[in-house]
């Protein structure tokens, strides 16, 4: 949008309640995920008429975001689901309103005539005009599942026939159907990508209140997914898609009055910075110079004295790893693992038992891999879920607690309660004093560890 229009286009949501052909005609049924209302906006949730709708919509974006620019975005139920009449009439009447740059029509593959698509190649030559195409899965078991009322085939069709009449194709689809994997997801996601959409809005699925699947989810709770899960799911998605395809939208958010599962303690802005985040953390080039400094973190990631002093004198020997070593095998937890020195200092020791190296990272870029060590990489709030059994000792070093608290924050050291065995330690190369109170809080004891320039913390049961 920057690169076409000069700057970035908001869309100012409208709802023209003109209903669905997958609805009776007091609004029962429809989609097993689709709320009553059609999915509108939280903005203009509260608004009577679409002028007002257009009015509050435009008025948000100025103030939250400085928009200058719109896109007017039939968004809720079918805008396609009237006499050709109604929508020149309607259509008409919203673009004199205000001046807007391109409009997008929400709408279902089974809702598109000729005369709608005519219709919609005459506007085109007027303005810009996009299709947001709810496609939801490739999947037929699952459109059936759903209660869709149409197949895939049919929004195959529908893109091509779109892209006949020169209208470009927004493809909407979710990840989350109970029933559908990875592989389900990737399928539908690459057989848009050879069918040249031209752009993907993906979010996971909501169970929202009153709808089918709210009741389905009652008789019978099916798996949704955390906000750590979903990006997973997400960043493999999105590099099946290739660079010219915009992603327009990688979540949505419920309100929460009507929000069932899953409920997430991200917001959906927190959730796209994160996204970002990990993306240049999994595949983007090291900021890290060899002098281990950090431009993210405007700091080094060892004390002056050096990484491998740190890692002998504060992590092993307080954690007392050869003494341990000398009566059984030890189990080792490495959390921000980076340049691996901890545990490769660690592997070194010679002693009869064997050691076994479990690491977390989510900066791969850094991350130094080994066949002696098993690394997972991801936010450590997330892949700590995914242990089990018990650690004789822990090394958490967050290099930079004061920029990088997620790794001592409650919800890490809680989960480390849990993987600690009763006669473990965690060292961590953090020495605030917030940081000690936290750990006394989840049921740690503590020390606080000095060893000239070189400090940290070891806690234990």
Same mark, same amino acid.
């Given at each position: 949008m920057i690169k076409e229009y000069g700057e970035a286009l908001y869309s100012i949501t409208v709802d023209l309640d003109l209903g669905c052909p997958n609805r009776d005609e007091k609004g029962n049924g429809g989609c097993s995920f689709c709320p009553s209302h059609g999915a509108r906006s939280a903005q203009s949730m509260d608004a009577k008429s679409v002028e007002e709708q257009i009015k509050v919509g435009i008025s948000f974006a100025k103030r939250r975001y400085k928009a200058k620019r719109f896109m007017l975005y039939i968004q809720a139920y079918t805008g396609t689901f009237s006499s050709l009449k109604k929508q020149k009439e309607t259509y008409s009447k919203l673009l004199k309103l205000y001046n807007f740059d391109a409009i997008s029509i929400g709408t279902r593959p089974d809702c598109l005539s000729i005369e709608t698509l005519e219709? &919609?190649?005459? $506007?085109?030559?007027?303005i810009d005009v996009h299709v947001d195409l709810g496609i939801q899965s490739l999947n037929d078991a699952t459109l059936i599942n759903i209660n869709r009322q149409h197949d895939s085939q049919c929004s195959i069709d529908a893109i091509?026939?779109?892209?006949?009449y020169g209208i470009k194709v927004f493809a909407h689809i979710i990840i989350g159907f109970k029933g559908e994997s990875t592989e389900d997801w990737s399928r539908t996601v690459q057989k848009l990508v050879s069918l040249h959409v031209d752009g993907f809005k993906i979010h996971n699925l909501h169970v929202i209140k009153n709808t089918p699947l709210h009741v389905e989810y009652q008789n019978r709770q099916f798996k949704t997914y955390d906000e750590?899960?979903?990006?997973?799911?997400?960043?493999? &998605?999105?590099? $099946?898609?290739?660079?010219?395809i915009p992603i327009l939208r990688i979540a949505t958010d419920t309100p929460n009055k009507d929000l069932v599962a899953p409920l997430w303690k991200m917001s959906k802005a927190e959730f796209g910075e994160y996204i970002k985040d990990t993306l240049q953390y999994r595949f983007g080039k090291s900021n890290v110079d060899n002098n281990f400094w950090s431009d993210k973190y405007k700091d080094y990631y060892y004390p002056k004295s050096g990484?491998?002093?740190q890692a002998r004198e504060l992590f092993i020997e307080k954690s007392d790893l050869k003494k341990r070593l000398t009566c059984k095998d030890v189990k080792l937890l490495d959390i921000g693992f980076g340049?691996?020195?901890n545990s490769?200092?660690?592997l070194k020791l010679q002693c009869e038992n064997s050691l076994h190296v479990t690491a977390l990272d989510q900066d791969l870029s850094i991350a130094k891999r080994s066949n002696d060590i098993n690394l997972l990489i991801g936010d450590v709030r997330y892949t700590l879920t995914k242990l089990e059994g018990k650690f004789d000792v822990i090394f958490l070093?967050?290099?930079?607690?004061?920029k990088n608290p997620t790794m001592v924050s409650k919800e890490v050291i809680t989960h480390l309660k849990r993987l600690l065995k009763k006669d473990g330690v965690i060292i961590t190369s953090t020495f605030l004093n917030s940081t000690k109170m936290r750990f006394e809080l989840v049921g740690f004891k503590t020390k606080l560890l000095k060893i000239r320039e070189i400090r940290g913390l070891i806690a234990f049961f």
């Open positions: 219709y &919609l190649q005459e $506007l085109n030559s007027q091509k026939k779109l892209q006949h750590y899960e979903y990006a997973e799911e997400l960043i493999h &998605l999105l590099r $099946l898609i290739p660079t010219n990484a491998i002093k340049f691996g020195v490769f200092e660690a070093d967050p290099f930079h607690e004061e």
